[in-house]
Structures are given as C-alpha cells and as structure tokens.
C-alpha cells in the first residue's frame, strides 16, 4: 500500500507541478487600442433564465465593441418561463439607460436533432450567423466591457482559429460560494496550465470563440452528440487534434466572463455529475488527468480510514497531505493573482479537506445514476 501511495502521489505531484510550469508559459495579453476589425457572431442558448437575462443583456448593452462588428444570437431551449418576454421588454424598452438602437440583438427557437439540447443550440445559431467568427457563452453570465476588444487584437495578432477565455464566479459572502471558486481557479489555472505545456484538455463554453469554418471543418459536435454536455471541451478536443497550433488561449484579464455558482449544495453536486458524465468520452490526455487527480483524492481517504484503524502509518498519510495541500496551493494562488482573487483564499484551508470527500462522492454518484439539467432528465 505504501509503494502505491507513493505512486499515486509523486505522478500527481508531477502533473501538478508541469501545468504550474505551463501556467507561466502563457504570456499575459495587454491591449493596445487597435483599430477593430473582426466581426462577430456571439451565440447564447437559454432556457429558464429569466432571472439572470437582464443581467447579461445590460453587460451585452456595455460593450465597447463597435456595434456594427457583432451581433448577438439568442437561442430559445423551449423555455417555460418568460424568458422570452424579458428580453422583448427589456431591448424594446428604450430610456437613457437602457438603449439597443445599433445592436444586432435577436431571439431564435432551438432546433432539436440530438441528445443534447445545448449542442443543438449552439448548431442552430451558427447556421444563421452572418460572420465568421463564432463566441460563445451562456445566459447566467457578465461579459467584460472589453470582450470582444480582447478577442478582436488577439485575433489579429496571432494565426489562432480557435480560442479559449478565462471564466470565473461571481462572488458572494458563502462559504458554498468560496469553495466553488476555489475550484473554478483550480480548473481555470489548470486550463492555462495545459495550453502552457501544449497539451490542451480543458476549456468553458461560456467563453469560447472559435472561425465558422473550423466548426462546419470539423463536422460540429459530430461524434459526441449522444453526450448532453461538453459542447465545449470535445470540440477543442476535435480543434486541438487537427490544428495544434492554432488553438490558443486568451490570458487576459480583459475578456474575463463571470458567471453564478451553484445556489446550494445538492445543485452543485447535480452539476458535477453532469459534469463527470462526459468524462468517459475525454481523450487519453484528459482521461489521464482526470484519473490521476481522481485517484489522489481517493487516496487521501482511503489512508485516512486505515490510519484511524492502525492498518496504515499515519505520518505517511500526513505527508501525503501535506504535499498535495502546497501544490494545489501553489496553483490556485496562481489564480489567484491572474483573477484578482486573493482574498478567496482564506476559505482554502477547510474547503482542501472538504474537497476529496467531495470529489470522490461526485465520482461514485456519477457511476451509479444518471442526471438532471435545466429540469430535463438525462441519460449516461
């Protein structure tokens, strides 16, 4: 037990310590006011998000992007509430605070093809864009004044066809809130990580721009649409195999979108088991990764339960500890400094040890059951 706890730890402290490395790898993107040129089709499915639309339309209505470069796509997943209504109202409604006048904004319904309403979406909307460019992000978030700013020069500076962007919480007074976040920076400094030591493996379609033509390139989510989410890592997964050095990341704490975290427990655990679901479908770099950091959390409880029962020796399991609390540490603080959150990390003590529990439950429930989104069931 012992050799294979020292297995498991150093391979993690290895896969740690390369996208720490791969972390500073990627060079921060400044902006220098250049002329704009690229034009956009920003897409964004929604269903029953009447409450957070106005939020995102008036960061939508703040853009500093000229408006005759991008239009806005709103794809209607068969809401039940008045969604729709909302945003009618909310762009038809025309005070000095409130004006669309200029902004190409418009409502169309889903077209259903597939196991995942999402990725139907997303599909629809592309085949009724006007430009070449495609941004995604979702209903619940704050886009940045200088989004689209940020996506326009990096385009122009660099040979990318596909680029990912940072997302993070908003944050709140809770300590469910904290550990979420938490563990957005810890994916998000991974994310960062990977495209540091060119091995991409994660990204977030709440942020994610990528030319019309690679999507209609590499057929859309063809091969992946009986998975109901995951509209965003599979087809960097597809942009990634075909074009390696074309798939860039967007380190600029300009085009950083923010986005809610789960209001309680049982819907984050609901949201990791979803996102869990799709794992089974990763590449061998993604798989590899995941299971690793799956196994490490293992670990950690499993030695802890032999400790208590005098089958294990508890320094070692101490020592184990101690290692991967300073790595995961030293990645996240990384973050951090990138997201200008350092004051989450004074929750990171107790949500490290909250986290294993967590995560392996998020694991075992995942095997056993299927799952629930925005009130549809779902399938593995």
Not at 31 to 48: A, W, Y
Not at 239 to 265: F, G, I, M, R
Not at 340 to 348: A, D, P, T, V
Request: proline share 3%; aromatic share 14%.
């Amino acid at each position: 037990m012992i050799i294979i706890s020292i297995t498991i730890i150093l391979a993690y402290l290895f896969l740690i310590a390369m996208l720490i490395y791969g972390f500073d790898k990627v060079s921060y993107f400044t902006l220098e006011d250049m002329p704009s040129k690229t034009k956009f089709s920003v897409v964004i499915p929604f269903r029953n998000e009447v409450e957070n639309l106005p939020i995102l339309l008036s960061s939508i209505k703040n853009l500093n992007y000229p408006k005759h470069l991008f239009e806005i796509i709103l794809i209607n997943d068969d809401s039940e509430d008045d969604s729709v209504k909302t945003i009618k109202k909310i762009i038809d409604t025309k005070t000095p605070h409130n004006d669309f006048s200029g902004i190409d904004i418009k409502i169309i319904n889903n077209k259903r093809l597939t196991n995942s309403p999402k990725k139907d979406a997303i599909t629809t909307a592309i085949k009724q864009s006007k430009y070449k460019w495609i941004i995604s992000t979702d209903a619940d978030c704050i886009l940045p004044k200088y989004w689209l700013d940020s996506f326009d020069e990096y385009i122009q500076k660099t040979n990318a066809i596909c680029i990912v962007a940072p997302v993070i919480y908003n944050v709140t007074d809770s300590f469910l809130n904290r550990f979420q976040l938490l563990d957005i920076l810890s994916l998000q400094g991974a994310t960062i990580g990977g495209f540091g030591i060119k091995k991409p493996f994660l990204c977030n379609g709440a942020n994610f721009g990528y030319k019309k033509q690679l999507f209609n390139d590499l057929k859309g989510f063809d091969g992946n649409n009986n998975i109901a989410s995951g509209d965003d890592i599979f087809l960097l997964e597809k942009a990634t195999k075909t074009y390696p050095e074309k798939v860039h990341y967007l380190k600029s704490k300009k085009a950083v979108v923010k986005t809610e975290s789960q209001p309680s427990w049982a819907s984050l655990i609901s949201q990791r088991v979803r996102w869990a679901a799709k794992t089974t479908a990763y590449n061998y770099i993604g798989k590899t990764m995941g299971i690793i950091v799956l196994l490490t959390n293992i670990l950690i409880l499993i030695t802890l339960l032999l400790s208590i029962l005098g089958l294990y020796n508890f320094k070692i399991w101490l020592y184990i500890l101690i290692i991967k609390f300073s790595i995961d540490f030293y990645l996240i603080y990384k973050s951090t400094v990138f997201f200008n959150e350092q004051r989450i990390l004074k929750s990171y003590f107790l949500g490290f040890f909250i986290y294993p529990f967590f995560s392996v439950y998020v694991a075992l429930t995942s095997i056993f059951s299927n799952y629930a989104w925005k009130g549809r069931p779902f399938k593995k």
